[in-house]
């Protein structure tokens, strides 16, 4: 009993990270930029790393301010790379971002106290270790750039889709990609601190894409979405409860075989008919 109580808390911010991840990797597989993700978050483990340097915790909130900020400038420059003539794919952008700033933060963790323990953290997380006063305030984050992405959804579905018909219709297709990311970069900073780089990409890649191989439609999609990170995120916490595993990859592994079956389960059934 008490090994499932100790589990409750890391199960409710799984589920909060597939409630809001969900969501923006929607966005993010339909406009073809799916490393985004992992940029956004090594940008926000770069901030962090900065802040460890100059002697601050990682946990602390200083951290997380610094994390915000160059999260911040992330998304001026993932909005302003979204060039109307597409000379340089905007994936090759994010590509460069990354690894300058996967570089960058070595070189700082190389001079900051306890660094290769810094570095394990940002890519796994302490997701196990996480307690509701933690859960409470990421999930008022998350509901906050909900309510945001709700009340401006049919701009931002539209920018997603078609961005040429968005701009036709004189929407600032710029002003509303910096807040797109301004918005998902508040969301990857909060789930870095927690789950680290590795968890919060599958969270927004890999239920969004198993929805993608089975159903149409965005709320379909959506929902089926939920209910596939609901239930990847149950087996992968009993596999680690059970078997005294690493949290955070038992939850990613199991992500992947969901999406194998999400991959040949359409393909059988085009087979049996």
């Known amino acids: 009993m008490e090994i499932w109580a100790l589990m409750a808390a890391p199960f409710a911010v799984c589920l909060i990270l597939t409630g809001i991840h969900c969501y923006l990797g929607l966005h993010v597989v339909t406009r073809g930029v799916i490393f985004v993700d992992l940029a956004l978050a090594q940008i926000a483990a770069f901030g962090a790393t900065l802040a460890l340097l ?3 915790e990682l946990s602390s909130i200083h951290a997380y301010i610094f994390s915000l900020l160059f999260t911040f400038m992330g998304a001026g420059i993932f909005a302003l790379s979204r060039f109307r003539e597409k000379v340089v794919p905007q994936e090759a952008i994010i590509g460069i971002v990354y690894a300058v700033f996967s570089a960058a933060a070595i070189l700082v963790l190389d001079r900051a106290p306890h660094g290769h323990e810094a570095i394990k953290a940002m890519l796994v997380g302490s997701i196990l270790y996480v307690n509701w006063h933690e859960v409470i305030k990421i999930f008022l984050i998350y509901l906050a750039v909900g309510v945001f992405h709700f009340i401006f959804r049919q701009k931002f579905f539209l920018i997603s889709q078609d961005v040429d018909k968005a701009r036709k219709q004189g929407i600032p297709v710029m002003l509303w990609d910096f807040l797109f990311y301004i918005t998902f970069g508040f969301v990857v900073t909060s789930s870095v601190k927690i789950a680290g780089v590795l968890l919060v990409f599958s969270y927004l890649i890999v239920p969004a894409v198993c929805a993608m191989f089975l159903t149409k ?46 991959a040949v389960f359409p393909l059988c059934l085009e087979r049996g008919n």
């Open 217 to 262: 439609g965005i709320l379909k999609r959506l929902i089926l979405g939920w209910i596939i990170g609901f239930l990847v995120s149950a087996f992968g916490l009993f596999f680690s409860a059970k078997w005294d595993l690493p949290t955070g990859a038992s939850v990613v592994t199991c992500f992947g075989l969901a999406l194998v079956v999400s």
């Open 54 to 56: 100059f002697g601050y």
